[in-house]
């Protein structure tokens, strides 16, 4: 009797057969093409959590009205832009933290034009 040893397929990745020293045209020969940084991005957008997309997409809104609005904000970069930069760099939770310290921050003494960049 002979025992049959079953191997695991391994699985493959779309990077398994990308070869960074790589420089050629051939096709199926893409690291670091367009395809593959479309790839990325979209590996990267959908690892973020529900409720950060619906924050981005709250401020993402936010900023299409506010140019309407008479107030103007008086840092730079603008809180919107400050807010999408400080979730990006850490996070949801510190993210908003840090724009709710911004927004705090903000008075009427205060002159436009500040420079109040995200640590």
């Given at each position: 009797?002979?025992?049959r040893?079953?191997?695991?397929?391994?699985?493959?990745?779309?990077?398994?057969?990308?070869?960074?020293?790589?420089?050629?045209?051939?096709?199926?020969?893409?690291?670091?093409?367009?395809?593959?940084?479309?790839?990325?991005?979209?590996?990267?957008?959908?690892?973020?959590?529900?409720?950060?997309?619906?924050?981005?997409?709250?401020?993402?809104?936010?900023?299409?009205?506010?140019?309407?609005?008479?107030?103007?904000?008086?840092?730079?970069?603008?809180?919107?832009?400050?807010?999408?930069?400080?979730?990006?760099?850490?996070?949801?939770?510190?993210?908003l933290?840090?724009?709710?310290?911004?927004?705090?921050?903000?008075?009427?003494?205060v002159?436009?034009?500040?420079?109040?960049?995200?640590?």
């Open positions: 009797m002979s025992v040893k079953s191997r695991k397929k391994k699985k493959s990745h779309w990077w398994d057969s990308c070869n960074p020293a790589c420089d050629c045209d051939i096709p199926g020969c893409d690291c670091f093409s367009l395809s593959t940084m479309v790839r990325l991005s979209s590996v990267l957008f959908f690892e973020k959590s529900r409720s950060e997309r619906v924050v981005v997409g709250a401020i993402h809104g936010y900023r299409k009205v506010s140019p309407k609005l008479p107030t103007r904000c008086r840092y730079t970069p603008t809180c919107s832009a400050y807010a999408l930069q400080a979730i990006d760099r850490h996070g949801l939770r510190a993210g933290r840090l724009t709710a310290g911004r927004l705090a921050r903000c008075r009427p003494g002159p436009y034009g500040t420079g109040d960049p995200v640590p």
